[in-house]
């Protein structure tokens, strides 16, 4: 039996166990999808856009179904993990290996006309809705992971905001992944569905236990277990015209799991998109990032930075289509490698050949710091009409000598030097988020975690001068 | 011994059975592909015994591949079956047999390229004998070359009188379990250029195919085969700025140059074949492998190329720099009008230390054409300091064209500094607007925009040829504004 196969009897064993499995419509769904899955099989590096990224680990590991956590451990996880965030959000939904948990969750008053639930309830409650919308952005005829997402969807989030509602402040998604005795599999699903001019900002985290040291030692104690867990989610947004989406995707999963993600986006006239997008855990993070632009006037911005380190695999696939005339879209991707890292970045943007007046922007930068790092990175046009202003750049480098010299010239210690120039590198993006309260948090996590990738023990500029260092060579 | 093995030993060791008797009475073979076809064009050629079982190892290689699908080009599944493998060089009777023969369009193309008028009949292919004797032309710039060493001949003439050369290098660079078409030619190939360079000489003249008369009737398959040695070095010119007259469909040709230390090689094509009619019917097939090896150290290999022919053209000129401290350099200008497809761009494998290389790729489409640019750029785990600056620029004329960017980045070593950039924009009416008030007319408003677009690559040709390939790409335009 081969990986694929043995992800599919998963599904086979346990379909009884998803939620809605008695409703037709639902089922429909998850056999073509089963169907399309048991065809495609897991990806190989023959495959174009799987050529730099082998599942080998993956395909290794013997997976089994996520149960449910009993109770104790759960309510132990609102001290140990919620409370420490340092990042309240009003609207929360906490997931735990995959399962909603309405305890550890708090969903305040949320404007009228707008429908925020696990996606569970509503299977169970809105099953008209998504039985129309369900799978129908999310394309999974040629991704075998969003074939397989959908065959074992169960949980996630549901989201529908009508006409005109605005929500305030960020929707927080945390994915909370625990250690197992068995391999396990998640499989979240979010639906998100904006009506006409709605607006709002979601935050979509994955988080693993064993990134958050303090506090939970002796719980994970109990649980030491060497598993490869995997997280395949896949997210659908349709922007009907004029809603506007901020999207933010923490990935703080553990370096042993495998995480790959899909997301999928369709535009329709004059709506904006804005994904912000940081990798920074999983021994192996696949992002495929699907825009179609099509209608016209429609705008995309993707930001994200990856940072990796030991033997840490990243892969962006990004693939904005425009389809419409006056469709904007931009792109920034940075990287960080260290160790022996590895990235891979693949930028497509399609513009069709009605999609006259486009404009299209691209760029990845990397910087290469580990000896044995390796970056491969490829963006790709693919123009079809002649009234376009389109433009892409990659670059692979390391920091500027002049810099780290000025720096140095002036008393900075070398590893200081380095890891401000690297955070400086990192912030181009970071400094791109508009909601303070998240650039404030994304920015913490992703400069304590780069700090530590530089070895731990590196000063901020703040933190020298507050403690009245000021700057002065510190070794 | 097994059925097998008895039909093995019958094609390896024994004659063929039925003999060419007959196939000499006639100039070329019957259409198709077998082991006895490549034996009858190794015997036709004279070839040593090595050259016959290179040939035949590319042949059952070849048979093992599959036609290669990953490009953006598309093009009816070609019958390899139907095709003479080989013809010797078009009889004068094949040929028309005056200028007064030969299409008018091709004419008016040479009188605006200014080309002199007994080039246009041999370009044409009329029967160049009957017109002029060029064959003494060629024979003096033999005798230069021969003074200071240079070899200079044609790939069968190499392989009589220099198979030590050619043993040693032939498929070093490009063997033929590269690709499917690498293969093939390797196969069945006919003819071709050689060129060798001794050590410590600067070849006194810019060499040209152009010269060797008899090369400019090869049929499909060529091969070329350049060798510079230590401290020499040689710009060699391919092709020529007018259209062939030529009806071969498949043009599958391999190139291989190697540079040892502190050689420079210089190789320029300018391409120009048959590209199809308006409706996208006919033309010729372009799929080529060009590769060069910076073998010592110090060396320096430069592709510079502007396609404007074919009806589909496939290549990639690459550089594999193994030698620390080598140069590769890729210069392109690739037209597509009509309905011509263009997949092409280079691979630049960074092997030694503190290697460099250059890309500069310029995409023109105008009407239906497709253009894409295809490269890859990759760093060696021992490649330290390498550094690589690619720039490719697409121009888009018209609304039914396309243009694409498929650019490969691959890094192993973090010292390695690779900056890669990509436009794709039309002509902006500003820049047409500026120049039609200044009474200037659309057609050379455009010719002259799109000539600054490709000054940086035509700045890398010698001079005759960047004026005639200015004038090529005026022509290769036409009708394709307003």
Redesign the interface.
Known sequence: MNAGERLLKDYSQNKARLAGHSMPWLTGIRECARESFAVQGLPEVSDEDWKYTKLTQLAQANYGFAERLDSTFIASLADNVLNKLIFAAEHRLVFVNGHYNESLSTINLLPEGVILTSLAQAIEEHAELLSSTLGSIADYATHPFTALNTAMLSDGVFLLAQKNTKIETPIHCLFISTATEQSVVNYPRLLLLLDESAELTLVEHYLDMAQLKSGMAQTLSDHNFINHNLTNCVTEVLLSPHAHMDHYKLQYDSTDTSHIAAMYVEQQRASTFTSHSYSVGAALARNDIQIKLVDSQAECILNGAYLVAGRQHVDYHTQIEHLAPGCNSRQIYKGVIHGRGRAVFNGKVIIHSQAQQSSANQLNKNLLLGEKAEVDTKPELQIYADDVKCSHGATVGQLDEQALFYLQSRGVCKKDAQNWLVNGFVSEVLKLIDNPVLREFIQLTVIAHLNQLAGGDVKSLQELISTGEGVMPCH | MTTQAKNLERFVGGEYPHGFVTELATDSLPPGLSESVIRQISAKKNEPEFMLQWRLQAYRHWLTLDVPT?SKVHYPPINYDDIIYYSAPKSASSGPQSLDDVAPEILQTYEKLGIPLHERAQLAGVAVDAVFDSVSVATTFKEKLADVGVIFCSFSEAVQKHPELVQQYLGSVVPFTDNFYAALNAAVFSDGSFCYVPKGTRCPMELSTYFRINSLNTGQFERTLIIVEDNSYVSYLEGCTAPMRDEHQLHAAVVELIALNNAEIKYATVQNWYPGDKEGKGGIYNFVTKRGLCQGNYSKISWTQVETGSAITWKYPSVILKGDNSIGEFYSVALTNNYQQADTGTKMTHIGKNTTSTIISKGISAGHGSNAYRGLVSVG?NASNAKNYSQCD?L???????????????????????????????ISDEQLFYCLQRGITAENAVSMIINGFCKDIFRKLPMEFAVEAQALMEVSLEGCTG
């Open positions: 990953w785990q697409s888009l004329l018209g609304a039914h064209c396309s243009a694409h960017t498929f650019p490969y980045i691959e890094v192993r070593h973090p010292s390695a500094k690779i900056e890669h950039e990509a436009t794709t924009s039309k």
